[in-house]
Nanobody, 121 residues
């Protein structure tokens, strides 16, 4: 079982930056593929980014490519999402997810509780 706790959300002006963090429990964090998803009001949850267990492979949704960067620190059992040049449409609850697969963009087994990101004009 993996428990995930996100932090770092908040209110930011358009064009600004935020860094989300996700802390994971367990001693085998490096074996898990990790991902970030988001869900805006009245919209379906959507994939944002994923990173392999080793950190060598990453993937991004087209909507955030070039603006967001996913990274991880296996020594700290943590994954991060650096969000730059934020847009109004980036406002959503952001969820961290873990997969028993070493890398995936689709199949995640564990989810955090989410952290709110609100981008204002």
């Amino acid at each position: 079982q993996v428990q995930l706790v996100e932090s770092g959300g908040g209110l930011v002006q358009a064009g600004g930056s935020l860094r989300l963090s996700c802390a994971a429990s367990g001693r085998t964090f490096g074996r898990y593929g990790m991902g970030w998803f988001r869900q805006a009001p009245e919209k379906e949850r959507e994939f944002v980014s994923a990173i392999s267990g080793s950190g060598s492979t990453t993937n991004y949704a087209d909507s955030v490519k070039g603006r967001f960067t996913i990274s991880r620190d296996n020594a700290k059992n943590s994954v991060y999402l650096q969000m730059n040049s934020l847009k109004l449409e980036d406002s959503a609850v952001y969820y961290c997810a873990a997969s028993r697969l070493a890398y995936t963009t689709r199949s995640f087994d564990y989810w955090g509780q989410g952290t709110q990101v609100t981008v204002s004009s």
